[in-house]
Nanobody
Framework: QVQLVESGGGLVQPGESLRLSCAAS????????MTWYRQPPGKQREWVAA???????AYADSVKGRFTISRDNAKNTVYLQMNNLKPEDTAVYYC?????????WGQGTQVTVSS
C-alpha cells in the first residue's frame, strides 16, 4: 500500500509562485509514473503534468512554460513548481502514482490564486 501526501498549497496573488510536494510512502516510488491533476471549483478533474520513471515530462497546454514537474527518488517525492500563477489555476491539486499494476491518489491540496 502506498500513501501519497500533498503539501504546499495556499493563497497567493496572481503572478506569484508556489511549490507543491507529494511525498510517497513505500519502496516503489522510483518505479512509479507520477502525475499531477487539479480540480477547479465546479469543474471536472483535469490532468496538469506528468513525469515518468526516467524523468521525462509532459504538461497540459494551460500550464506549459509556467509549471515544472520534477522528482527526487531519494526522498520519494514529486514536486510541482508553479510560477506566474493565474486565477484560473485555482483548484485542488492531487498527485497520482501508477506502477506495478497499482494506482494511488493523494488527498489533495488547495491552491487559491486571488487578488
Amino acid at each position: 500500500q502506498v500513501q501519497l501526501v500533498e503539501s504546499g498549497g495556499g493563497l497567493v496573488q496572481p503572478g506569484e509562485s508556489l511549490r507543491l510536494s507529494c511525498a510517497a510512502s513505500g519502496s516503489i516510488f522510483s518505479r512509479s509514473f507520477m502525475t499531477w491533476y487539479r480540480q477547479p471549483p465546479g469543474k471536472q478533474r483535469e490532468w496538469v503534468a506528468a513525469i515518468s520513471t526516467d524523468s521525462s515530462t509532459a504538461y497540459a497546454d494551460s500550464v506549459k512554460g509556467r509549471f515544472t514537474i520534477s522528482r527526487d527518488n531519494a526522498k520519494n517525492t514529486v514536486y510541482l513548481q508553479m510560477n506566474n500563477l493565474k486565477p484560473e489555476d485555482t483548484a485542488v491539486y492531487y498527485c497520482r502514482s501508477r506502477g506495478s499494476g497499482n494506482d494511488y491518489w493523494g488527498q489533495g491540496t488547495q491552491v487559491t490564486v486571488s487578488s
